[in-house]
């Protein structure tokens, strides 16, 4: 695929996460530059849902292309922390898939957090950004991770502003794009428009929906067919399940699966929650999702009700085998490891599991052609290196399977327990 003629036809993008005082600290590594990965993409991609992608270019933020370049600069200056030392590019490097490799990422001061960095590729199909969806818009998701303490660490937008507006480079490409000088909306507008311009398609899967009938293998074939079917990965990862979804692998809602309920009092954090943020308050949100272990309630930070408690976004699956380690908290290291916790149905003790979370049945080779279909979402320009991380990812699964319950994958559903009360 070409990386040329970027999105102008008419962003979530994920999370750095940080935590509070007295938590753990790592170094980050230099920030990524950016580089040919780091281009606009094309449009005539293989795949591309062209309907779908004009439609996510919003109105008061048309596409050109100064805008565009203006974000791209934007999204790899470290001088958009308060310290220089992190970029939007430290936790979506374009080399990783727009991802940093982590199970949880490192902010200023090498603060470790608790959430997975989710990929920017495709993120302007979202309909909420975040794991939690916080943010409905890639202008909103852009500027919480510069104001938070344990990301980027401005005080203020507009503290990040002024840093820019000192800049000559700066001043200029403002005026140019919006004919005025830097300031916070039109920072956010920036970053994006370039995010927007992130498509990645063009995969052997879909060149097999295309009519390419040697696209794919058998065993992705037959992948395929168990993600519709037995596997019910349809039932999350489709926007119905009458209708097989060939584009963004998402229906776009927040589900419990099972994550992080031991680890946590999740009835205790609720109460916590309530009784400490304000509804609405999407910085106090920000900040608790990324600050502290409020973090494992997911969804009900926003919504409050017991529902949504301990659910996060489905994510879209394209180019999942490079953008591991896998799920909110980055606690899976494989796609093997994901299958195994599905295929045993797990969340024993979780009162609010989703309902669709049930014993599978698979055998290790169904288990191994899912991982097969999943690999074949992987877009050409990830091509060689999906091929090294499918080999790295079963190479370890044949000797390391920590989620891995035969018993349980071939048992009854088990009982909800009811949930814990004050």
Same mark, same amino acid.
């Given at each position: ?170 001043q200029q490409a403002f005026q140019r794009v919006f004919g005025r000088p830097p300031n916070g909306p ?79 009092? *999740?009835?205790? @954090? !609720? $109460? /916590?929650? &309530? ?11 920000? %900040? #608790? ?15 409050r009700k017991e529902p949504d408690t301990a659910a996060f976004k489905t994510p879209g699956l394209r ?67 999906? *091929?090294?991380? @499918? !080999? $790295? /990812?079963? &190479? ?11 018993? %349980? #994958? ?13």
């Amino acid at each position: 695929m070409g990386i040329v003629a970027p999105i102008l036809c008419c962003n979530g993008a994920g999370e750095k996460t940080g935590s509070g005082a007295g938590a753990p600290t790592l170094k980050p590594e230099r920030f990524p530059e950016a580089g040919p990965l780091s281009q606009p993409r094309s449009l005539h991609q293989v795949g591309v849902p062209a309907d779908a992608t004009r439609a996510a270019i919003p109105a008061d933020n048309p596409q050109t292309p100064e805008k565009i370049a203006l974000g791209q600069k934007l999204f790899f200056d470290g001088r958009l922390s308060a310290d220089g030392t992190v970029a939007c590019s430290t936790c979506h490097d374009p080399a990783r898939a727009f991802t940093d490799g982590r199970p949880t990422s490192i902010g200023i001061n090498g603060r470790v957090g608790q959430r997975n960095a989710p990929t920017v590729l495709n993120a302007l199909y979202n309909k909420t950004q975040f794991w939690d969806g916080r943010a409905k818009t890639l202008e909103e998701q852009a500027a919480l991770p510069i104001v938070n303490p344990n990301e980027m660490g401005q005080p203020s937008l507009e503290a990040a502003a002024a840093r820019i507006a000192a800049i000559g480079d700066y001043q200029q490409a403002f005026q140019r794009v919006f004919g005025r000088p830097p300031n916070g909306p039109d920072l956010l507008r920036a970053l994006a428009s370039y995010e927007r311009t992130l498509v990645s398609f063009d995969s052997r899967f879909d060149h097999f929906m295309a009519g390419e009938k040697n696209a794919i293998d058998e065993s992705a074939r037959r992948g395929w067919e168990l993600f519709n079917a037995r596997g019910r990965c349809n039932k999350c990862h489709a926007l119905t399940e009458r209708t097989r979804d060939v584009s963004f692998f998402t229906d776009h809602d927040f589900h419990n699966i099972g994550i992080g309920i031991i680890r946590h009092n *999740v009835a205790a @954090l !609720a $109460r /916590q929650a &309530e009784q400490l943020i304000k509804s609405g308050d999407t910085t106090a949100i920000d %900040r #608790a999702a990324i600050q502290t272990d409020m973090s494992a309630l997911g969804r009900f930070l926003i919504t409050r009700k017991e529902p949504d408690t301990a659910a996060f976004k489905t994510p879209g699956l394209r180019n999942v085998m490079v953008t591991g380690p896998y799920f909110h908290d980055g606690s899976q290291e494989t796609l093997w490891d994901v299958s195994d916790h599905y295929n045993k149905g797990d969340g024993l003790q979780d009162p609010w599991l989703d309902e669709d979370i049930q014993p599978l049945a698979l055998t290790e080779g169904d288990i191994d052609d899912l991982v097969a279909f999943l690999a074949s979402l992987t877009s050409a320009d990830y091509a060689e290196q999906g *091929v090294k991380e @499918l !080999a $790295r /990812q079963r &190479e370890l699964s044949r000797t390391t399977r920590p989620q891995r319950d035969t018993a %349980r #994958a071939f048992g009854p559903k088990p009982p909800r327990p009811e949930p814990r009360r004050p």
